[in-house]
């Protein structure tokens, strides 16, 4: 089973900070990973897809980079609706894993 | 407009067998391509992957939970169900289903708002 560690487990912030998330995968995984929005009650959210592909309807301030093991998710100026947790997910055609998540929580 | 739908007991007893339902409209499962999943969370927990099935009825399951689950798909009724055998209470959780992007790779672009299920007795 390939893992996926995301860093931080919680982060604090303030509406218009500059947030990163990390997540890194136990073995290479090329660029097969996503990046969830989850609330509570709603449906879950696809921001990013491939590791750096914007989701249909995603605002541009979200931004997904890296490839192997290492992948970043950064919300460029945090708005309200942002407080939330994220999930990463590595995909491929025979199995997938998801992080351990991230809640943004306002500071 | 692609939705889906969980629906199901939301209680089970343990050792007992949960069956779940995916309700979906806005495509068909029969097309070259698609597919559906589920995915759980434990209350406080992280997202887990379940099970997926594939237009082909080709089955892709977790390998820690392999051997409790099934997934089967209705084609005509455009459902797919998953179970899950021997309940017990680490077991509860909101189970989501989920639309498996087209193309390459199985992420999920579009998610069911989740159904709450408690093993207890």
């Known amino acids: 089973d390939i893992q996926m560690t995301q860093s931080p487990s919680t982060v604090s912030a303030s509406v218009g900070d500059r947030v990163t998330i990390t997540c890194r995968a136990s073995q290479t995984i090329n660029d097969w990973l996503a990046w969830y929005q989850l609330k509570p009650g709603n449906a879950p959210k696809l921001l990013i897809y491939k590791a750096s592909n914007l989701g249909s309807g995603v605002p541009s301030r979200f931004s997904g980079s890296g490839s192997g093991t290492e992948f970043t998710l950064t919300i460029r100026s945090l708005q309200p609706d942002d407080f939330a947790t994220y999930y990463c997910q590595q995909y491929n055609y025979y199995s997938q894993t998801f992080g351990q998540g991230t809640k943004v929580e306002i500071k | 407009q692609i939705t889906l739908k969980e629906s199901g007991p939301t209680l089970v007893k343990p050792t007992q067998t949960l069956t779940l339902t995916c309700s979906f409209s806005?495509?068909?499962?029969?097309?070259?391509?698609?597919?559906v999943g589920w995915i759980r969370q434990p209350p406080g927990k992280a997202l887990e992957w379940l099970a997926l099935?594939?237009?082909?009825?080709?089955?892709r399951y977790s390998p820690s939970l392999t051997s409790r689950l099934t997934i089967t798909k209705d084609t005509s009724k455009n459902q797919v169900v998953l179970t899950m055998t021997n309940m017990d209470p680490v077991d509860t959780a909101t189970y989501y289903c989920?639309?498996?992007?087209?193309?390459?790779?199985?992420?999920?672009?579009?998610w069911g708002r989740g159904t709450l299920v408690t093993v207890s007795s």
């Open positions: 989920a639309h498996r992007a087209y193309g390459s790779g199985s992420y999920y672009d579009y």
């Open positions: 806005g495509f068909s499962l029969s097309t070259n391509g698609m597919g």
């Open positions: 099935i594939y237009w082909d009825d080709d089955k």
